[in-house]
Nanobody, 124 residues
């Protein structure tokens, strides 16, 4: 599967952005989809993931209540709605796909495919 992330940009603290990740290739609904981010000089970290049907979502504590992951299997797209953004959310955001059962998958090695990343910059 090929993944293409988009929607990043510059936003002020407290603002919102919606990232999209469009998939092509194998049937989208067979993949668990995840979002990760990597800030300058730091390791890539888990943001959240969504199950194959969209019925289950998991988030890292720092984004709970602010970020929401959703998916549209008919359009082969997963979304990351980010509200109440903080400067510490500044990072390159990556979408990733895992072929397998729904569940919580927190580590990069859990995922089989990666998008190219989209930069989110939150100014204070």
């Amino acid at each position: 599967v090929q993944l293409q992330a988009s929607g990043g940009g510059l936003v002020q603290a407290g603002g919102s952005l919606r990232l999209s990740c469009a998939a092509s290739g194998r049937t989208f609904s067979t993949y668990v989809m995840g979002w990760f981010r990597q800030a300058p000089g730091k390791e890539r970290e888990f943001v959240g993931n969504i199950g194959r049907s969209g019925g289950s979502t998991y988030y890292t504590d720092s984004v709970k209540g602010r970020f929401t992951i959703s998916r549209d299997n008919a359009k082969s797209t997963v979304f990351l709605q980010m509200n109440s953004l903080k400067p510490e959310d500044t990072a390159v955001y990556y979408c990733a796909a895992r072929l397998g059962d729904s569940g919580a998958y927190y580590y990069t090695h859990h995922y089989d495919y990666w998008g190219q990343g989209t930069l989110v910059t939150v100014s204070s």
